[in-house]
Nanobody
């Protein structure tokens, strides 16, 4: 059973940066053979796609974060990261990692950007 543990969120001023981390517990084979993504859910809104990275490192971003966020993965540590720069108040949300919605969702990590 895969478990997802997100961390790294916090309160930051607009223009600031945060780096989110996600530990994907389970077999290394499962980790290395799946695309991994970050998603976010703001209050009163649906969960939305932020970015993903394939097993061979190809990345894809939502238009709203393109050029500001960078997703990466460490296949030796079962970790996926999201570097967030030039943060905006509209980035405020709970951030989750997953492979689509393949695995049970973790608790997420709260990101709050003040103006």
């Amino acid at each position: 059973q895969v478990q997802l543990v997100e961390s790294g969120g916090g309160l930051v001023q607009a223009g600031g940066s945060l780096r989110l981390s996600c530990l994907v517990s389970g077999s290394i084979f499962i980790f290395r053979t799946n695309a991994l993504g970050w998603y976010r859910q703001a209050p009163g809104k649906q969960r939305e796609f932020v970015a993903d990275i394939t097993s061979d490192g190809n990345t894809n971003y939502a238009d709203s974060v393109k050029g500001r966020f960078t997703i990466s993965r460490d296949n030796f540590k079962n970790m996926v990261y999201l570097q967030m720069n030039s943060l905006k108040p509209e980035d405020t949300a709970v951030y989750y990692c997953n492979s689509g919605s393949k695995w049970p969702w973790g608790q997420g990590t709260q990101v709050t950007v003040s103006s």
